[in-house]
């Protein structure tokens, strides 16, 4: 990324914030090289072909295995027409509009793969009653401190498979932590209020054999939506893993659904992984307040 016109506003690490602009061409883009791949935030509609090369050649001199966007259903079409996939939605997204996810997705030598992204296939997930009584022993608190919420993304954030959504702050933003003996859980948003969404992530994955797990999750992850309620926050979402089935039981089990499937998105040590991306709508009769579970 030698052109002049890139200018990157975080210094270097896992992941990077840059600026371009040329023209009629403004954007913004995250390069994620934990996970090979790049997200585009693009602020003028047009010149889509020219945007698409440009990536690519990024795609290609950075190892990257995916570009993706996120836009209104419009201007989706015009990414289609540039050879980008459609793979799903995230509803509310733009508070009065959904929102599409389209991407590219290359090969290991970097050419881009023909017919499009291939399609997700993911087990199904069955949702069973959440538990949201508190869990003897477990104690609860609120974190918005923002060193401590970077240092729990960068200590868990590897076997979360954890994938930063937006600008600026790559990490969440909230987070409800809970302690029962000596284990800590932890939850955590990333919140856009401009826009009245919220990108939630289990940053403890429940452990295998260890029963009590999932409960706790499902009761910090309601705790950690009614708060994110109370700020008025109208939908909210999670990216997990597709073969990460006990944290999408959690998930499930809290009403979210299923609306995009993405492929490639995320990788495991040497292995890219597709991830599914589970959305709910807060309803204003959701349950009691974190402040009466502590």
């Not at 990108?199 to 708060?227: C, S, W, Y």
């Not at 990460?244 to 659904?257: D, E, T």
Request: aromatic share 10%; proline share 5%; with cysteine.
């Amino acid at each position: 990324m030698a052109n002049q016109a890139v200018q990157a506003s975080e210094p270097a690490g896992p992941v990077e914030e840059h600026y371009y602009r040329r023209g009629d061409i403004d954007f913004c883009f995250l390069l994620n090289r934990s996970h090979h791949n790049l997200r585009v935030f693009d602020y003028r509609v047009g010149n889509y072909q020219q945007k698409r090369d440009f990536f690519d050649r990024i795609a290609r001199s950075e190892g990257l295995r995916k570009v993706f966007t996120v836009v209104e259903k419009q201007d989706s079409k015009s990414w289609r027409s540039v050879g980008f996939s459609r793979e799903g939605a995230i509803p509310g997204y733009f508070r009065t509009a959904d929102a599409y996810v389209m991407s590219r997705v290359y090969t290991e030598d970097g050419d881009p793969i023909q017919g499009g992204a291939p399609k997700l296939n993911a087990p199904g997930i069955t949702a069973k009653e959440p538990n949201l009584t508190k869990p003897r022993g477990l104690n609860i608190e609120i974190v918005e401190d923002t060193a401590r919420l970077a240092a729990i993304a960068e200590e868990y954030g590897e076997v979360a498979l954890y994938a930063p959504f937006r600008r600026g702050m790559f990490h969440p933003d909230i987070a409800v932590h809970g302690r029962a003996g000596k284990r800590d859980y932890w939850v955590g948003a990333e919140t856009d209020s401009s826009f009245g969404h919220a990108k939630v992530d289990i940053m403890t994955p429940p452990r295998a054999n260890k029963e009590a797990d999932p409960g706790v999750l499902e009761f910090l992850m309601q705790g950690l939506l009614d708060e994110l309620l109370r700020r008025e926050t109208a939908s909210v979402f999670s990216l997990i893993a597709a073969d990460m089935l006990p944290s999408q039981q959690v998930i499930a089990n809290l009403g979210f659904k299923v609306t995009a499937k993405l492929t490639d998105h995320i990788v495991r040590e040497d292995a890219y992984v597709g991830g599914q991306l589970w959305h709910r709508r807060l309803a204003a009769n959701s349950g009691p307040r974190l402040s009466n579970f502590t």
